[in-house]
Each structure stands twice: as structure tokens, then as C-alpha cells.
């Protein structure tokens, strides 16, 4: 998919609304960027969008939050940057969560510990704002961009704002 163009941290937040409403129930997303791409406001806005409420905290440091979802089930967002391999996942007891959502930062760390990904998303430094790519990793992740593309999600996050 060609990439979106974020002019600031509310586009970026745009892109993180668009996705949770349309997302499956069931998801796994890579969230892929360099340090200060983008990753943790993604996920931060999209568990909002969720209806999560209260702190919604970095997992910089416990490697994983874990978050009830309003209409049942719950998201998980990790951020792997501190890990040095696979095995460390392992004390997470990420076994009982197939059935979530998981927003995942830093993928590449981990990726052995890891369900495969239903969508990529990789944020990148663009100027003075930032570009979004999104990739398909499943069948269920293709669908979810057909998804977006039927009505003109991603389009609409680049327009300049009157």
C-alpha cells in the first residue's frame, strides 16, 4: 500500500482511529519505526479508541500492558525495545491472550516469541512529519486493508486540514 503521510501527531492520531474501527475483533500489529517514529502515540490513540480509559501506559519498561476493551476481550501493547531474544517472552504468559488485540513495538526483537502479524505498520520520518506504511500480513490483515481502501480511509488522513 503506497504510504499515508502524517503532518503532525493528531494525523498520526487519525490513523490510529481509522484502524481500531476497522480492525477485526482479533488482531496482531507490528508497529515498526525507529525511536521517536510514532509507534507508542499510534498505539496510545488506538486503545482510546477502544474505549480504554484511565492511564494508558508506555510499556517501555514491563514490556507489557495489558488493557480490558469495553466490548469484551482485551489488547495487549508491548514494546520489545529492551529484550534481548525471543526467550524472555516467555514470562509474559502471552499464551491466554490469542484472542486479543496486540499492538506490538519493536516486533523484530521478539518476532520468534510472537504470533505472525495480520498487518505491518511501519512509521518512518518524512520531513517534518512522518509516513505510514501499511503492509497485510494474513488473510485477515489483506481484508482489513481492502477494508480500508473500499471507503477511503487513509486518503482522507493526508488531506491538509482547512
Not at 525507529?34 to 502515540?41: I, P
Amino acid at each position: 500500500m503506497r504510504p499515508v503521510f502524517l503532518a503532525d501527531e493528531g494525523a498520526t492520531r487519525a490513523l490510529a482511529v481509522r484502524l481500531a474501527r476497522t480492525a477485526p475483533e482479533r488482531a496482531v500489529v507490528y508497529l515498526h519505526g525507529d525511536l521517536g517514529a510514532g509507534k507508542s502515540t499510534l498505539a496510545r490513540a488506538w486503545l482510546r479508541e477502544l474505549g480504554v480509559t484511565g492511564t494508558v501506559r508506555s510499556p517501555t519498561y514491563t514490556l507489557l500492558e495489558r488493557y480490558p476493551l469495553p466490548r469484551g476481550g482485551e489488547a495487549l501493547h508491548l514494546d520489545l525495545y529492551r529484550i534481548g531474544d525471543a526467550g524472555e517472552l516467555e514470562f509474559l504468559a502471552l499464551d491466554d491472550a490469542l484472542d486479543a488485540l496486540w499492538l506490538v513495538e519493536w516486533p523484530d526483537r521478539g518476532a520468534a516469541g510472537l504470533p505472525p502479524a495480520d498487518l505491518h505498520v511501519r512509521l518512518a520520518m518524512d520531513g517534518d512529519g512522518r509516513g505510514a506504511t501499511l503492509d497485510g500480513g494474513s488473510g485477515a490483515g489483506e481484508a482489513w486493508l481492502r477494508r480500508l481502501r473500499e471507503v477511503d480511509e487513509l486518503h482522507r488522513i493526508s488531506e491538509p486540514n482547512p
